[in-house]
């Protein structure tokens, strides 16, 4: 159980363009979503906390507008980069927890990368 | 505020030797502390956590760490190495009661023949 799904698993883009990805609860309603980003070699650094049905609370120093995040069921939670720039090409990882202060089931990433 | 360390980014061992992985944590209230695996272009996945109650835990193959409170410390370790363990190791606290997790740096284990 608490399997979590990410889509694409890898994409890449050519610059100004946007790119979605999409975060699934697989067998589980998750109220509560995050969105981390991973540099090479680097840890994970949290991007925004969404929650079904509310906007998304971003980190400090995260451009809203840049990263849109949308929680619109209990099971998906989609990202997307907007105007995609080389400096947006990461690991991009997102987590999916029943309630707010539940435990995080992570998906497997998607690597994005920016020409 | 909450933070994690974790010392050396780097550890290497051999085939069947101890593997100690060290993170130390801040926290202004009792935390949450878990140590995460991620292997290359994966997710991360969850060895073991701490929430309340007995401070030594066992994981998933063959980890353990033990929550030290008088050393704000939760270090990993495994008795024995196998060349599988090669990953890429996160501990990570939350506030009690969970919620947002604060990663530490990483630290990557090799492990030789």
């Known amino acids: 159980g608490a399997v979590v799904s990410q889509h694409p698993s890898r994409v890449i883009c050519k610059s100004g363009t946007s790119v979605k990805i999409e975060c699934r609860s697989l067998?589980?309603?998750?109220?509560?979503m995050f969105w981390y980003r991973q540099f090479p070699k680097q840890s994970l650094m949290l991007m925004a906390t969404?929650?079904?049905?509310?906007?998304?609370?971003?980190e400090q120093g995260v451009e809203k507008d840049k990263f849109l995040i949308n929680h619109a069921s209990l099971t998906l939670s989609t990202l997307t980069v907007t105007s995609a720039h080389p400096e947006d090409s990461s690991f991009y990882i997102c987590?999916?927890?029943?309630?707010?202060?539940?435990?995080?089931?992570f998906g497997p990433g998607t690597r994005l990368t920016v020409l | 505020a909450q933070s994690v360390t974790q010392l050396g980014s780097h550890v290497s061992v051999s085939e069947g030797a101890l593997v100690l992985l060290r993170c130390n944590y801040s926290?202004?209230?009792?935390?949450?502390l878990f140590w995460y695996v991620q292997y290359p272009n994966q997710g991360l996945q969850l060895l073991l956590k701490?929430?309340?109650?007995?401070?030594l835990v066992k994981g998933i193959n063959g980890f353990e760490a033990e929550f030290k409170k008088s050393e704000t410390s939760f270090h990993l370790t495994k008795p024995s190495a196998h060349m599988s363990d090669a990953a890429e190791y996160f501990c990570?606290?939350?506030?009690?009661?969970?919620?947002?997790?604060?990663f530490g740096q990483g630290t990557e284990l090799s492990v030789k023949p």
């Open positions: 926290s202004s209230v009792p935390p949450y």
């Open positions: 701490y929430t309340t109650g007995a401070t």
């Open positions: 990570a606290v939350s506030k009690l009661g969970g919620g947002k997790l604060i």
């Open positions: 987590s999916a927890s029943l309630y707010r202060n539940n435990e995080q089931f």
């Open positions: 969404s929650n079904e049905g509310s906007k998304a609370t971003y």
């Open positions: 067998d589980f309603q998750a109220t509560t």
